[in-house]
């Protein structure tokens, strides 16, 4: 069984930073690529970033480049998201996913694995 547990969410100022932490366990962390996704109410899942196995390949959405950096401690088994400049736009729950073998070759596509989401909430 593939777990990815998320923490870090909360509550934040506009302007501000959090960073998301995600834990895997279940598999070969450091083989598969990993990402966040998010989804704010009323809204579709949407892609914020991913990271490839090694941590030397990532992808952002247009929206967060800039202000997001995604990276990863395979040794801890975590892959994190620095978060800055936050905008209330960014509110939604943040999920960690981790992506199987094809896609993990590509980093691209759907994701596998899913954690249950952690809430980021930015205030105006």
């Known amino acids: 069984q593939v777990q990815l547990v998320e923490s870090g969410g909360g509550l934040v100022q506009a302007g501000g930073s959090l960073r998301l932490s995600c834990a895997a366990s279940?598999?070969?962390?450091?083989?598969?690529?990993m990402g966040w996704f998010r989804q704010a109410p009323g809204k579709e899942r949407e892609f914020v970033a991913n990271i490839n196995w090694s941590g030397g390949i990532t992808n952002y959405a247009e929206s967060v480049k800039g202000r997001f950096t995604i990276s990863r401690d395979n040794a801890k088994n975590t892959v994190l998201l620095q978060m800055s400049s936050l905008k209330p736009e960014d509110t939604a729950v943040y999920y960690c996913?981790?992506?199987?073998?094809?896609?993990?070759?590509?980093?691209?596509?759907?994701?596998?694995?899913w954690g249950l989401g952690t809430q980021v909430t930015v205030s105006s």
């Open positions: 279940g598999r070969t962390f450091s083989s598969y690529a």
């Open positions: 996913a981790g992506y199987g073998v094809v896609a993990s070759l590509r980093v691209a596509g759907e994701p596998a694995y």
